[in-house]
C-alpha cells in the first residue's frame, strides 16, 4: 500500500505543476510537504515560503496532495484489493525491464491512479470508514508547514497567545514564556474529517521545531504508546524513525504535539508545561 501512496502523490504532485515554478523548487516543496526534506534544507526552505505568498499558496497544494492521497489509501483494504494494486504499481520485472528505457509520463498514469482511489473509497462508504479523524492523521499536520504568522501573546508577559483552537470552546495555546524557551513560529487551521483543527508551531533555539494541534469536537480514539499520568492527565507518547508526538485529553478534547528529532521527554515537558500555564 505505500507503492499506492506515492503513485498517487507523484501523480498529483505533476498533474498542473508543470508550467508553475521550477521542477527544483516544486520538488523541494514536495518533499517538505510528506516530511522528506532534511532539516537543514526545510528550514531554508520555511523561511522562503514565509516571505512569498505564492510559494505559501503552491506549498499548501502539495500538502493537500499528500494529504489526500494518505486518507484515501490509509484504510483496510482485503487482501485481494492489495493485490491488485501492486499489480499496478509493481509490474512484473521483465515488464520493466521492456520499458525501462520509456519516460514516466504522469498523466497516464492519473486513471489508474483515480481508479484505485475509487476502488477503496466504495470499500470505505461501504464498510463505514472512519466517521472522526485519528491521532495519527492529526500528528501529519503538527508535521505540516505554518500557512499564517505567528500569533502574538494574549498580552505581554502572558501565558497564552492570542488564538483559540476552533470547535473547543475557546482553548488557548501556550505563549511558553519563561517555561522551556519555545516560542510560537506559525499558525495553521484545517478542516479534517469534517473537524476543525488548529495547530500552532513553536521552535527552539536549537532551532527544534514542533507542532501543536487541538482538534474540534469530540476526543478522538486513544491510539497505543507508553502512558504517562501527571496531575491525574494522561499523557501517550510514541517515539518513531521520523517522528514523535504526545497526545492528551484538555476538557474533552483531543491535543497533539509531534517534533521531528525532539526527545520523548521534551515532547511530555511541553506537554506538562502547557497544562500548568493554561
Known sequence: MRGAIRLMIRAMR???????????????????????????????????????????????????SVALARATLDTAAPASLRTAIDSLIEPDRGA???????????????????????????????????????VEQTTHLALAAATFPAPAANRPGSYVLAVHASGTGGIPFP??????????????????????????????????????????????????????????????????????FVTWRRDGHTCVIAGRSVTSGTLLRLATNDEDAT
Not at 516571505?51 to 502539495?62: F, G, I, K, M, V
Not at 473509497?121 to 472522526?132: D, E, K, Q, W, Y
Open 175 to 244: 505563549s511558553y514564556v519563561g517555561h522551556t524557551g519555545w516560542k510560537a513560529s506559525g499558525l495553521r487551521r484545517d478542516t479534517l474529517q469534517g473537524r476543525q483543527v488548529t495547530t500552532v508551531f513553536y521552535r527552539a533555539s536549537s532551532g527544534a521545531r514542533v507542532g501543536y494541534s487541538i482538534v474540534g469536537g469530540n476526543a478522538l480514539k486513544v491510539p497505543a504508546g507508553r502512558t504517562w499520568t501527571v496531575d491525574g492527565t494522561r499523557y501517550i507518547l510514541r517515539a518513531g524513525e521520523k517522528y514523535s
Open 14 to 64: 505533476h498533474d498542473g505543476n508543470s508550467t508553475r515554478g521550477s521542477s527544483t523548487d516544486e520538488d523541494a516543496l514536495a518533499r517538505l510537504a510528506d516530511g522528506t526534506l532534511p532539516e537543514e534544507a526545510s528550514s531554508e526552505l520555511r523561511a522562503r515560503v514565509e516571505r512569498s505568498p505564492q510559494l505559501q499558496a503552491r506549498l499548501r497544494e502539495q500538502e493537500r
Open 96 to 134: 520493466r525491464r521492456e520499458t525501462q528505457q520509456a519516460r514516466w509520463r504522469p498523466w497516464l498514469a492519473m486513471p489508474a491512479v483515480l481508479a484505485i482511489a475509487a476502488v477503496i473509497a466504495v470499500i470505505v462508504l461501504v464498510r463505514g470508514g472512519t466517521a472522526t479523524p485519528t
